[in-house]
């Protein structure tokens, strides 16, 4: 067996509690050994075994890391990210990669020099309920595409506690948050658009950055119409796509988020397992009949995208999520904002 990848992590906030501290520590690939915390100790309290530093500059002068997962603020992505490239390390960035295309090209064009893994945790490319989504549309049962809407809301009144994230800053805003994630999804399955129409909005009493979007991306024969709110307090499907043979209506998941928020772990029994009320509804017409059926969710499991990651630097396999995919994502935001700007498509 090879070695475990050393890995250090730049925050001890949500992202590490609830998705990169349980996935890594459960894996045996991986030894994550560092953290950084500017002014507290809690990761001490579960992981006592780990160095914490007081900078990320401190960290990354660890010459045994191979490995850094940048989960700092929106805003800091690309200076860290680029700070750890530059000593040397590994990359995985979470969501969103960085605020502009601009910054994107530059870490893309940097790790391809100091030849470093350089990748984004898209998470949401191994949650059940868009593997079910991916099936049915590869599977042609829906006959041509013409229509579809991925949905990702919340109900969430008050302002975000966590300063950062309220702040009139770069990359803040849902649609850096909450619509990078289902942007991506857009990608993987249809490609790059070639236009994109937005309404992006405030709509929380007292709020500084953007709480509700709708987007249609415009491709040859489809349109996709991306949709987040935090408030919308009852929930409608995540994942409507209509096809000239029919149409499938999925519920949108959060089960590992709130699994791994309970304490559970990867290899638990029923971890990422979603119940049969939750599947599907595939209705089509098929040979002259209608056929109305549930399909089953796959299984899911975040650790799939850490598993992609060993393979990449220990065994040569392909970058688990190429950088020019988060490219696609930050050009079609980008995208997004001077149309709803000047109230036009704006075209890719």
């Keep these: 067996m090879s070695q475990p990848i050393n890995t250090g992590i730049l925050s001890y906030g949500y992202s590490t509690k609830v998705f990169h501290g349980p996935l890594i520590s459960n894996d045996p690939n991986f030894s994550w050994t560092a953290v950084v915390e500017r002014n507290h100790e809690d990761s001490k309290e579960k992981y006592p075994h780990l160095t914490i530093y007081k900078s990320v500059e401190e960290l990354?002068?660890?010459?045994?890391i191979e490995l850094i997962i940048v989960n700092t603020p929106n805003q800091t992505h690309y200076e860290y990210a680029k700070k750890a490239l530059m000593a040397g390390k590994h990359v995985i960035i979470d969501k969103p990669f960085a605020a502009t295309v601009n910054e994107t090209k530059e870490l893309i064009a940097l790790a391809q020099k100091q030849q470093k893994m350089l990748t984004a945790f898209h998470n949401r490319r191994w949650d059940g309920d868009f593997k079910i989504v991916k099936q049915v549309i590869e599977s042609g049962d829906l006959g041509r595409l013409v229509e579809a809407e991925f949905k990702f809301e919340r109900y969430r009144t008050s302002l975000n506690p966590k300063k950062h994230k309220e702040e009139a800053a770069p990359a803040t805003g849902l649609l850096y948050e909450i619509g990078t994630?289902?942007?991506?999804?857009?990608?993987?399955?249809?490609?790059?658009?070639q236009g994109v129409y937005a309404d992006i909005l405030k709509l929380r009493d007292n709020?500084?950055?953007?709480?509700?979007?709708?987007?249609?991306l415009y491709y040859p024969q489809l349109r996709l119409k991306l949709k987040s709110t935090l408030l919308a307090k009852e929930e409608l499907?995540?994942?409507?796509?209509?096809?000239?043979?029919?149409?499938f209506v999925k519920k949108r998941m959060n089960l590992q988020e709130?699994?791994?928020?309970?304490?559970?772990?990867?290899?638990?029994?029923?971890?990422?397992e979603e119940p049969e009320e939750e599947w599907g509804i595939l209705n089509i017409d098929k040979n002259g009949e209608t056929l109305k059926t549930k399909l089953p969710t796959p299984s899911s499991n975040y650790s799939d995208f850490f598993n992609l990651v060993y393979d990449h630097l220990r065994q040569n396999g392909p970058v688990p999520i190429d950088p020019s995919d988060a490219l696609k994502g930050i050009e079609i935001i980008e995208a997004a904002y001077h149309s709803n700007s000047n109230k036009c498509v704006t075209k890719l």
Excluded: C, R, W
């Design 60 to 64: 990354l002068s660890n010459e045994k």
């Design 207 to 216: 709020s500084l950055v953007d709480d509700y979007f709708e987007l249609i």
């Design 181 to 193: 994630h289902i942007i991506d999804q857009a990608v993987v399955l249809f490609g790059k658009p």
């Design 258 to 272: 709130d699994q791994l928020k309970a304490g559970m772990v990867p290899g638990d029994a029923g971890y990422g």
């Design 237 to 247: 499907p995540g994942y409507i796509i209509n096809g000239t043979n029919g149409s």
